[in-house]
T-cell receptor
């Protein structure tokens, strides 16, 4: 069975304090690893898809990396508007399996 | 970019009644739609997958007679919670995909409260 574990559960950062979120996974036949951002009471918003080990993608202050066993989401010099829950999901066959998420709070 | 519209965003219903939630892909044809349930501070749990014109495939433990899914067109899927009870109160989210190479776009979610 596919398993996705995210750590830490919660992360409190000062504005400008860079950090990383971890997503470790076990899946048979990874077709893609997805990162989403979810604000309270909203649906997930797509950030990145990674397909193979060694791949990296960036968007503004976010950078996602992928190895054969885990993915990292690096947040560089975060701002209060980066506060959200970040979800990691793996695709095997046609469906996604999600981790529990990391809730990031950035204080001004 | 791809947009999925989900309605209503919030609904309160009495125990024993049925509630319908709509999920529409606005600018693409969704060959596959997914319905998730999310409890507070927990992740998204897949309930069922539907392909246009076919019966939905339900995940283990999901009551297909309670959660009726219809995917009658390439842009519309509906989830009907039948004979709702307080334990059905949750956040329901739909997702749509145009195929493996197109990723997954999520709706904004529906907060269901059964009183």
């Amino acid at each position: 069975e596919d398993q996705v574990t995210q750590s830490p559960e919660a992360l409190r950062l000062q504005e400008g304090e860079s950090s990383s979120l971890n997503c470790s996974y076990t899946v048979s036949g990874l077709r893609g690893l997805f990162w989403y951002r979810q604000d309270p009471g909203k649906g997930p918003e797509f950030l990145f898809t990674l397909y193979s080990a060694g791949e990296e993608k960036e968007k503004e202050r976010l950078k996602a990396t992928l190895t054969k066993k885990e993915s990292f989401l690096h947040i560089t010099a975060p701002k209060p508007e980066d506060s959200a829950t970040y979800l990691c999901a793996v695709q095997a066959y046609y469906k996604l399996s999600f981790g529990a998420g990391t809730t990031v709070t950035v204080r001004a | 970019g791809a947009v999925v519209s989900q309605h209503p965003s919030r609904v309160i219903c009495k125990s024993g009644t049925s509630v319908k939630i709509e999920c529409r892909s606005l600018d693409f044809q969704a060959t596959t739609m997914f319905w998730y349930r999310q409890f507070p501070k927990q992740s998204l749990m897949l309930m069922a997958t539907s392909n246009e014109g076919s019966k939905a495939t339900y995940e283990q433990g999901v009551e297909k007679d309670k959660f009726l899914i219809n995917h009658a067109s390439l842009t519309l899927s509906t989830l009907t919670v039948t004979s709702a009870h307080p334990e059905d109160s949750s956040f329901y989210i739909c997702s749509a995909s145009a195929g493996d190479d197109y990723g997954y776009t999520f709706g904004s979610g529906t907060r269901l409260t059964v009183v």
